[in-house]
């Protein structure tokens, strides 16, 4: 992080809530804000639950597997059910080459998910058994990216390592994350909770992106909040991820100067208009 943007985030933040100017005070929220917040969670409501919108289809799945249930295909999937004996995969050298470009700490994405019951499945096949197999864990946000939305995702990260997004909170405003890429990894941590303790700051999430089968046209996302955190959960992850896209991939030019003034002239940043910004989901 450059001395110029660490400067800028720890001198003008105050408690990390709220706005620069008192344009939307932590105390209240202002009828724009409001509006956004029902719009995010009208949003959120109608995130489709994934075991019921395809049902049919990994049932389907889970009978090609020898399943007898849906339930019974996510444990199968599991790393635990593996048998003892090694499996083979001809694409096990490249998922190992592709996991490597993780820090050791990290799991693995055969520590997650057998890749050797992947092998020979379309990149929208493994897309629909990676979503199923995350529904409903508690914790865990999960995507499929196609590959090259993930490359332009990558590519402007290099250039732009930094960001800070706006999360809606009911009863206090707007609460400002500012997010990290760390190569294959982008951490999210409280705005408030990185002026006080700058680098020691815990992520309240950590989303990894998989490359190993990019190859297929995919790019797996998991996402792991802190269990410690009790102030935010499942759907603040997913608003957070949804804004990191619009302003890294598809949010247009408006956005994309915003993301680049806070990377390369920071002092002319400016956190009304990020809110104004963030509402046009």
Known sequence: ??????????????????????????????????SWLLGAAKQMSHVPNYEEKYRAKLQQRAREQGCGSVADLKKNLSPGS???????????????????????TVKKLDDILRLDLLAGRTGAEVGELWTAYHAGKPGVVSAVIPAETYQRLLETAR????????LP????????????????QVHFTSLA?????????RPV????????????????????????????DVENAQ????????????G???????????NHRPAEFDYAQLIDAAQTL
């Open 1 to 34: 992080m450059s001395g110029a943007i660490r400067r800028h985030i720890l001198g003008s933040v105050g408690a990390g809530l709220g706005s620069i100017g008192s344009k939307r005070a932590a105390s209240h929220v202002s009828p724009l804000t409001m």
């Open 82 to 104: 593996r048998p003892k004996a090694p499996v083979e995969s001809n694409t096990s050298g490249k998922q190992k080459k592709a996991s490597s470009n993780l820090p050791p």
């Open 159 to 166: 250039k732009n390592p930094l960001f800070v997004l706006p």
């Open 169 to 184: 909170r009911a009863d206090q405003g707007v609460e400002f994350f500012l997010l990290q890429f760390d190569y294959h």
């Open 193 to 201: 909770e990185y002026k006080l303790h700058t680098v020691q700051a």
């Open 205 to 232: 999430m950590t989303l990894t992106h998989y490359t190993d089968l990019m190859d297929r046209g995919i790019v797996l996302m998991r996402g792991e909040l802190d269990p410690e955190n009790r102030t935010f």
């Open 239 to 250: 608003l957070l991820a949804l804004l990191m896209q619009l302003f890294y991939v598809s």
């Open 252 to 262: 247009g030019p408006e956005k994309r100067a915003l993301l680049e003034t806070f």
